[in-house]
């Protein structure tokens, strides 16, 4: 019987079924960080039980980490207590730990895949949203919540209905300075945030079989914000170059092992989807949001959709375009900006710094412009060190920061101000997200580049 992809790792890892209810699924890897893990962790102290494979559970702090003298004590009580609270329960229950300070600290869906955490094969969660950044590899990945982090410490098992399918395939060549970010941008933008609600995709097609690993980690991390439960892509020769000799990898004999596995990953030819969808890579543009959700996305140079030709409804989209202070019918080109936040889980790896670093080369931050630059984590940092890419970025006025998911979420002292507009390399541009009252506008490296030169929104195809 002919498979997807989703099926046969899914499949594969099916412990139980339930009668007219959700799969028992095995889990491989847990990934936990300080925020959505102290309950579940006293949940597990109440019930007098301990982590069932703690080999398989990897904690990292990230989300309420400081960007800025991390040797020092963290400041906010709350942070603080949440950050010990995580390092005391992965003692207690014989967890690897990369905490502030430690050479592998740095934001979960970042170290994952440096440290070769991340497989393909795998069934990974973790008590955030972005976890689908790990189908990348081919992996099954998605978010859960607390009570469900405390099920798989306890069991290493999740109770999950199986989601359905689509595929979404884009082939042609992308043009000169469209990005991964900007191909996600604009599949969310034709689908809308609720678009692929109750699937698991399936990138497909020419563009994604271009794209580095690290492009294709950014469109998987983005899957959930048009509804999907997750998204994944098939794994190939780049996949298996990105992740030998990885620290977690199969060595040697157990490599040509997994290997062997590995290589039959891919959907069959006549596997059915639920849904298809297909796209033309040479029509995709440098993106822009310039609403309240992803979804309010369009080409850089073109002007702010017209409420009467919107489904969402009139009046929500009218109050997203009140809360950003645009209107319709305007050009998002020459709008001044405030804020440049480049990094997070979806941009924050040495391929986005390096697109950052080729359109600021030779040029100054514009004087108008705070830019706050963090690396995803400690492995970034050393590579934008060594290969020369600081210097470039302190010769045009930047400064680089420690690593975490800082602007991205505001849960730590990096806040946007009310008001003021954040061109931003994160995943959401919620009412608030980045700080009360703050005003994001999601884009890729190259559009924050640009917008940190010049101090508005500036097509950056114009500056290289």
Known sequence: ???????????SHVVHKINGGPDVLFIDRHMVHEVTSPVAFLGLKNRGIKVLFPEKTFATADHNTPTINQHLPVKDPLSANQLLALEKNSELHGISYWGLGHEKNGIVHVVGPEYGITQPGATIVCGDSHTSTHGAFGAIAFGIGTSEVEMVLSTQCIMQPKPKKMRITIDGKLTKGVSPKDVALFIISELSTSGATGYFVEYAGEVFR????????????LSIEMGARGGMIAPDSKTFDYIKDR??????DNWNEAMKYWKTLKSDNNADFDKELKFDGRLINPMITFGTNPGMGIGISKEIPLAKN?????????????????GEGQSMIGKNIDFVFLGSCTNGR???????????????KASNVTAWLVPGSHQV????????????????GFELREPGCSACLAMNDDKIPSGKYAVSTSN???EGRQGPGSRTLLASPLVAAAA?????????????
């Open 1 to 11: 019987m002919s498979k997807t992809l989703f099926d046969k790792v899914w499949d």
């Open 210 to 221: 271009e794209m580095s690993m690290e492009g294709r980690m950014t469109v998987c991390n």
């Open 247 to 252: 620290e977690f990898t199969p060595k040697n």
């Open 310 to 326: 919107q489904d969402s409804g009139i009046e929500t989209y009218m109050k997203s375009l009140n809360y950003m202070n645009f």
């Open 350 to 364: 040495i391929e986005d710094f390096r697109e950052f670093t080729k359109i600021v080369k030779g040029k100054k």
């Open 381 to 396: 940092e050393k590579a934008i060190k060594d290969e020369g890419l600081l210097d470039v970025l302190i010769e045009s």
């Open 428 to 430: 959401r541009n919620f």
């Open 452 to 464: 940190a030169i010049t101090g508005k929104i500036t097509d950056p195809r114009t500056l290289y």
